[in-house]
C-alpha cells in the first residue's frame, strides 16, 4: 500500500511536470554509444531532420590499396570517442547503422598558415585537424560544443530541420581560416566522389552540391552556405589525380575564382578577427537543387541568432521526448531519454520546405500532403521502431509509409524500399519488410494512404522473381542454398513478411491474397531440420546443406545470425514454431540453454558487429533477428522467464556510458527495444495487434497516445530484484494474459504492473 | 550590254524561283570540311539546333599515358573522311571548331554475337564498329544514311531542333542489338565521364543523363531514349576501374535491370527481326532534366514517321538558305550554300521547349522573351558570323546577345562569355568579344535588350583586372610579355574590343565611357615597335621583348598568329595603322609581301590547325586574325589590290570537296567569310555600320533583309578573270567609294557591280 501511494504521487509528479514542461532533454547524454560499435554520433540535430551536424574524429579510407579497411567501419558515425582529435564537422550522418555512407561538407576553423590537408591523428598540428578533449565537450540534443586545442577555437553547433548553424568563437589573428573540405566523408573511398561544384556568389554565400556514389549508388546533395561575416579572400584545390583538362590559364584559379567545380576539392576561406570575435556558418542542404537549399535557409534560418536556434533545436526535442514521461532512477532516465532521442532520429525528412523532393527516378517530386522521408533501415526498424512511431509518432509513421509508397511509384523494378537512402535503393539485408510497415500500420487503423495500392504494391515487391531468390521461394517453398547464400534466413523472412501480407490483404477482405500468402507465410517449415530441431540451409533438391554448425554465422545460409537465433525466428506463429521444436517444456529448455550457452571465441572472430558485451550467453542482442527472443517464453507458458530475460537485457546491452550500446543503434531499433520493453511490453510479430507482456523498468510512466489520450503505466514494487509481474490490473481490472492489444493502448488508460522477486508460474 | 540582259534575267530567274521554292539543300554538301583540318560532321542537325546527330569514324582518347595525343585533334567533329569505320552515331557535335567536346550517347546497331567495345579500325569486326563505304553514303542538309558493311545496316539519321531520329533497317536475325556507349565522347579522357545514369522505364522508352568534365568543366546533359519496338532483352556494363561497392548481389544487375549508374557504361538492347525490318529510335536531349527531355520528344516528334521528320528538317533549311539566293556556277552554288549551312549550325539552341535551361550558374532558368542559345565561340564568330546574322538573321542575333547576357547575369565573375558551352564558359582565346557582337547589334539597330545594360556588362568584363592581364592593361596600357604569354595579340584584342565599347557608349551618349575607351582602343600603339615596323611583345619595364621574329608563331607574344598578320591587327582604324606603318606605300608593300612571301618549313611544325593549303603566301585564312586583311588594300587607296586578293582567297581556300577548307571552319566564322566575300563586301571592323567593297564572285544574289524587303546584288561582266570592280551603281546611283552601310543594305535596293580585268587604279 505504501508502494501505492508513492506511485501514486510519483504519478502526479509526472503530469505536474507535464504541465510545467520538465527538462526532459537533460537525461538526453547523445554521447551514449559513441564508443565502440553503438555507431552513434554526439552532434547536433533536431527529430528526423535532415542535417545532422557532428565532429568527424577520423577521415578513414574504405580501402587500402585496393583491400577493405577494416578500420573504417568504426566510423560509421564519424566519431569515435576513444579518438584525440577532431578533423572537423560534417552536415549528415547515419545513426548507429551498420554499413555507412554521408559525411557531407566538412567544415573546419583553424587560425594560422594554411593547411588544406587534414593531417594525421598522432600529429594534430600535421594539418587542419584538432587535438580535443572530452573535458572541454558538450553534447546535447540539438547542441554541441567543444574546444579546439590546437588553435584555442570554442565550436559549437546546433541545427534546424534542413540547415546546421556553426558558432567559431576565434582568438585575435590576421589568419583565420575556415575549411570546406569536399573531398571528407565517411565510407570514402577513392572514386566515392563523384562531383562537386561550388559558386562562391558573394563575400559571404556559396552555393554547390557534393555527388556521391557511396552506400547510395547515385546520390547529390546541394548546399548554401552563408558566413556571418565577410571573408577576405577564399581558394580551392583541387586534389584528385586527373585535375580539369580545359582551358583555366585566363585566371589564377586557386584563389579568389567563384566557379569551381572539381572531384575532390578543399577549399578555405580566410578572415581577420579580433579576441572572442564569432563568425557563424548557416550550412543549408537540399536534395534537390542549390535554390532548394538557399529557400531552406531563409525559411528556416533567416537571422543570426545562435542562441535562439539552440533554444528552438532543444524546444523541439523536449516536444517530442515529452511522447513518453517516465519515472525512475537518474540512470533509468538517461538511458531512456537517450533511447528516445536515437529513435527520433531516422527516418530523416528529405525535401525542401517548399515540398520539393528528389525521387528514386531521380526526378524532382512535389510530396503534396505528406512529408517525404529516407533512411528507411527497414530490416531493422520494421521490428520495434515503426511500432513504437505507430503509438507515439502516428503522423510520422504514416508520412513516412507515404515516403515508402512514392518510393514504389517511382521504381522501375516496381518495388518498395528496402534500404532508401537519398532517393536511391542500398539494398541492404534481407526480406522486403516494408510490407510489415505497411501491414502493422494498416491494421493498427494508422494509415491514411490508399491501403488497397499499398497492398498492391506488396504484393508486386514479395512475387519479384529476380530478387534474392524470391522465384525460387516461390517455386520450391524456400531460398535454396545453392542460390543463395542466405537462403535459409531469406525463407524464414519471406515467411514473416507474406504473414503480414496475408493480414493486411485480410484487413481489406482480399481473400485470395491472404490465402496465397498465409500459405507462403508457412514456408518457414521448409528448412526446418526435425532430425536437428534447427532451421538448416537447403539445396535446391530439397536436402539440407553439409556441415551444419548451429553455432557458426559463417556459410551457413543465414545472414547476421547463426542457426540457433535463426531458428526461433517465426514472430507470426510462434504456437506452431514451439510445436515444430517439440512443445514447450524441449523449447523452454531451448531458450535457457541459448541464455546461458558458453560462446567459443571463435565465434566473435566470425562475427561481425558484436562484441561480447552484445550477447548474453548465445543470445545475440547486438543484433536484431532475435530481438523477440526473449519474449517467446510468453508463448510457451513461461512469462516468468521473460520478465528475467527481458530485465537482464536491459541491464546488460543498455547504460548510461559512451561505450553502453553492445551493439549498432541500427538507426533507432535497438533504441527503440529499450524503450517498448522498459515500460513492459513488445510487438513480438507487426502485423499483428498484440503487444507480448514483458517486465516494466520503469517507475511510471505516461504516453501521450493522440487526440490527448494518455495510456498510464505504474509500477508497484518494482526494483532490481522485484523483477516478476504479480499481477496487472488494466483500468481496474485484472489483465488475464501476457499480452495487451494496440486499442487498449490507444484509447487510453492506466495499466498497473505489481512486482514482486519471485516468478509467478 | 548584253551582259545586263542576261543577268537582269538572271534575277528574274532567281525571282521567279524565290516564289517556286528553288531547291536550294540539293547545293548543300555536308561532306565539304571533313576531310583533314575542317572539322565539320556530315550528319543530320536543323539550322542552329540543339542535336547534332552524326557519325563518328573514330574514338581517339586524349591522352595517352599521360600524353597529349595528337590524333585526337583531327576528331573535333567526331568524322573523319578518310577513316573507313564508324563507332556509331552520337547526337552533340561541335562544327569546324579547334577544340572539342560533346559527341554524347553513341548509338550503333549490329547483328550477331554482341559485342560491347567498339574494336579498333583495322579490324572492325573486333568489336561493334563497322566497315562502311562513301559509296553507300548520303549526307544532305537534315538527313544522312550509311550501308554498315560489317553487319549489312542501313542507318539512316535525321533531326529536329531536341531531337534526333534514328531509323536502321536490319537483316533478319534472332540477334540484332541495339549499343548505346556512353563511355564514348569526343576529347576523351580517362575522367571525362563524371557520371552517367540511365532509367528503364519500360520496355522501349529510357531516361537519362551524361554527366561531363570536358572543355565544358561540368556539364550534364539529360535524355529520352524511345525505341519504335519494344526490346526483348537489355543489359549493361560497367568498364571503369572501380565500379559501385555497394550492395549489388540483390540481382543480377548486368541484365534487365532498370535503374543504373556508373562512370562508364555501355548497354545493349536486343531484338529479334525480320527482313528489312526498321527499328527506329528517337533520342531527346534537353539541359536541363530526364523529364526536359521527355517533354522535348513529345512535342518535336510525337509519332514515327521518318520521312516526315526529314522532310521538316529539310524544309526548315531551305527557309533558312532562301535568305540569300545566288546565280553562279554549281561549284559557287556548293561552296556558298554549304557556306550557308556550316554558318547556321551553331551558337546551338539551349533550352527546352518550355523555355527552361540550365544557367551558367547551374541553376534552372527560364527563358522569358527570347531563345536561349549556347557554343558562342566568340574570338571566331565575331568577325563575320554574327555581322551575317544581324542582316539575315536578325531576330536570332538579337536572341543570341539576350543568351550572352544571361550569361553574364548568372556570371559569379560578372563577364560576359567568351567562349559559352553548354551552362560552362571554356575561356577559350582571347579578348572579350563578345562586347563587339553587342555593339555591333546596338549600332546597327538590332537590340531589343536593355542597351544600357549590354554597355554596363562590357564595362564589367572589360574592367576586370584579374582576367588575362586587364589589369596591367589597365595601368600600363598594354598587357606585358612577363605577365602573359600572349600579351601582344592581347594587347590588339583588347584595343579593338576597347573601340567596340566606345562606339556603343557614344550611340548610348555615356560620353564619359565613350572617352575610357576610346583612348584605350589606342593601346595597339603600346605594342608598336617603329624600328622594325612590327607589333612587338613589350614588357613591364617597358622595353621589347628580345629575339624578335615576325615569322614565329611561337613564344612571341602572339596567339594563333605571328607578328606579320598581327601587325595588321588594328581593324578599327586602319588609317591610323596606316600612318604608323610608314604611309600609304610602305603599307601596300608590306601587304604584297605578307601575301607572296615564301614561308619556311619551320613555320608549318609550329603552327597549329594550319596545312600549307590554309595559306597564301604568309597570310593565314585558316586562321581568324587577318581575316580582314586583304580588305586593307582600300584604305590605302589600293582597292583594286583587295579585289584581286579576295577572289583569290575565295579560289583558294574554299572547294567543294571533302578536303575544301584549308583551316577549320571556326563555327561558320570561316563560312560567313566566304559568303560576305563571295558577295562582295565585308565587315572589317563590326561595331561600325560600314563594310568595306570586295570583288564579288555571284553572278547575282537576293538577300532577304526583312520586312520583305530585299537587297539586290548584280554583277556585270565577273568571271574568274573580270575580278576588277570598274564602277558600281547602288539605286541607280554610282557609289564613289569603297564602302557601303549598313542602311543602305537593309532598306533594300539593288548594287550592281561592273566588272572588268584591268585594275581601276
Not at 502493422?440 to 531468390?469: M, P, Q
Not at 495487434?689 to 497516445?705: E, F, K, N, R
Amino acid at each position: 500500500m505504501k508502494n501505492v501511494i508513492l506511485c501514486t504521487a510519483l504519478l502526479l509528479s509526472l503530469k505536474t511536470s507535464a504541465q510545467h514542461k520538465t527538462n526532459l532533454i537533460q537525461y538526453v547524454k547523445p554521447i551514449i554509444g559513441t564508443q565502440r560499435m553503438g555507431h552513434t554520433y554526439p552532434g547536433a540535430t533536431v527529430p528526423f531532420g535532415m542535417v545532422q551536424l557532428s565532429p568527424d574524429t577520423d577521415t578513414i579510407p574504405f580501402e587500402v590499396n585496393g583491400k577493405y579497411n577494416p578500420d573504417v567501419y568504426k566510423y560509421c558515425a564519424g566519431y569515435q570517442y576513444d579518438d584525440r582529435t577532431i578533423v572537423g564537422f560534417s552536415h549528415t550522418h547515419l545513426s548507429g547503422t551498420g554499413h555507412a555512407d554521408l559525411g557531407d561538407f566538412l567544415v573546419m576553423p583553424t587560425v594560422g598558415q594554411l593547411q588544406l590537408n587534414p593531417g594525421i591523428a598522432s600529429d594534430p598540428k600535421s594539418g587542419f585537424r584538432s587535438a580535443f578533449n572530452h573535458a572541454n565537450e558538450i553534447a546535447e540534443a540539438g547542441y554541441y560544443k567543444v574546444k579546439l586545442d590546437d588553435d584555442n577555437i570554442i565550436a559549437e553547433l546546433t541545427a534546424t530541420d534542413r540547415v546546421g548553424l556553426h558558432q567559431y568563437t576565434f582568438p585575435a589573428t590576421d589568419q583565420a581560416h575556415i575549411i570546406l573540405d569536399l573531398v571528407s566523408g565517411i565510407y570514402n573511398y577513392e572514386e566515392k566522389n563523384v562531383w562537386t561544384y561550388v559558386r562562391v556568389v558573394n563575400d559571404s554565400l556559396l552555393t554547390g552540391y557534393r555527388q556521391t556514389n557511396g552506400w547510395a549508388r547515385t546520390r547529390t546533395l546541394y548546399f548554401a552556405m552563408q558566413f556571418s561575416k565577410p571573408f577576405t579572400h577564399y581558394g580551392s584545390k583541387e586534389f584528385s589525380k586527373m585535375p580539369y583538362r580545359g582551358f583555366w590559364g585566363k585566371f589564377d584559379q586557386r584563389s579568389d575564382f567563384p566557379e569551381i567545380a572539381g572531384k575532390q576539392l578543399r577549399m578555405h576561406f580566410d578572415f581577420k578577427t579580433y579576441t572572442q570575435e564569432k563568425i557563424k556558418i548557416k550550412m543549408a542542404l537540399s536534395p534537390v537543387s542549390m535554390e532548394g537549399a538557399l529557400q531552406n535557409m531563409q525559411a528556416e534560418i533567416p537571422g543570426w541568432d545562435f542562441n535562439a536556434i539552440k533554444q528552438q533545436a532543444q524546444v523541439s526535442w523536449e516536444k517530442e521526448l515529452h511522447k513518453i514521461e517516465i519515472t525512475g532512477s537518474n540512470e533509468l532516465k538517461e538511458n531512456f531519454y537517450t533511447a528516445m532521442y536515437h529513435a527520433f532520429i531516422s527516418p530523416t525528412v528529405y525535401m525542401d520546405v517548399d515540398g520539393q523532393y528528389k525521387g528514386l527516378d531521380q526526378k524532382i517530386h512535389s510530396a503534396k500532403g505528406f512529408t517525404n522521408y529516407t533512411t528507411f533501415s527497414l530490416w531493422d526498424t520494421y521490428r520495434a521502431l515503426h511500432p513504437l512511431l505507430n503509438i507515439i509518432q502516428p503522423a510520422r509513421n504514416r508520412d513516412m509509409i507515404q515516403s515508402m509508397l512514392q518510393h514504389y511509384n517511382q521504381s522501375s523494378l516496381h518495388m518498395l524500399p528496402v534500404w532508401s537512402n537519398s532517393a536511391n535503393d542500398d539494398w541492404c539485408m534481407s526480406g522486403y519488410h516494408a510490407v510489415s510497415v505497411i501491414a502493422d500500420a494498416v491494421i493498427k487503423g494508422n494509415a491514411n494512404f490508399d491501403a488497397n495500392k499499398a497492398l498492391d504494391a506488396c504484393i508486386l515487391t514479395a512475387t519479384h522473381r529476380s530478387y534474392e531468390g524470391i522465384g525460387s521461394y516461390m517455386d520450391l517453398g524456400y531460398v535454396p542454398a545453392d542460390k543463395n547464400g542466405t537462403g535459409a534466413s531469406n525463407t524464414l523472412e519471406y515467411a514473416y513478411d507474406d504473414w503480414c501480407i496475408a493480414q493486411l490483404a485480410k484487413k481489406l477482405g482480399r481473400m485470395d491474397v491472404y490465402n496465397t500468402f498465409m500459405k507462403r507465410s508457412a514456408n518457414y517449415k521448409n528448412v526446418f531440420d526435425t532430425s536437428t530441431g534447427f532451421m538448416h540451409a537447403k539445396r535446391s533438391d530439397g536436402s539440407f546443406t553439409p556441415n551444419f554448425d548451429a553455432m557458426s554465422t559463417n556459410g551457413q545460409g543465414f545472414i547476421e545470425g547463426n542457426s540457433w537465433n535463426y531458428s526461433l525466428f517465426v514472430p507470426h506463429d510462434p504456437a506452431a514454431l514451439i510445436r515444430m521444436m517439440g512443445g514447450k517444456e524441449k523449447f523452454i529448455n531451448y531458450l535457457d540453454t541459448l541464455f546461458t550457452m558458453h560462446l567459443p571465441d571463435a565465434f566473435f572472430a566470425e562475427t561481425e558487429d558484436i562484441t561480447r558485451e552484445g550477447i548474453i550467453g548465445g543470445y545475440v542482442h547486438g543484433n536484431e533477428p532475435a530481438h523477440h527472443v526473449a519474449y517467446l517464453y510468453n508463448y510457451a507458458g513461461a512469462p516468468w522467464k521473460t520478465q528475467e530475460r527481458v530485465r537482464m537485457i536491459l541491464n546488460m546491452q543498455y547504460k548510461n556510458t559512451p561505450d553502453g550500446l553492445g551493439g549498432n543503434d541500427d538507426a533507432g531499433q535497438m533504441s527503440a527495444w529499450y524503450i517498448f520493453s522498459s515500460l513492459g511490453f513488445y510487438p513480438v510479430a507487426p502485423g499483428s495487434t498484440q503487444y507480448a507482456i514483458g517486465s516494466p523498468a520503469i517507475d511510471a510512466a505516461i504516453l501521450q497516445v493522440g487526440n490527448g489520450k494518455q495510456f498510464i503505466i505504474q509500477t508497484i514494487n518494482q526494483s532490481a530484484k522485484n523483477v516478476y509481474v504479480q499481477k496487472i490490473m488494466l483500468n481496474g481490472r485484472i489483465l488475464n494474459s501476457f499480452s495487451i492489444s494496440h486499442d487498449q493502448i490507444m484509447k487510453g488508460g492506466k495499466m498497473i504492473f505489481y512486482m514482486g522477486d519471485k516468478p509467478v508460474k
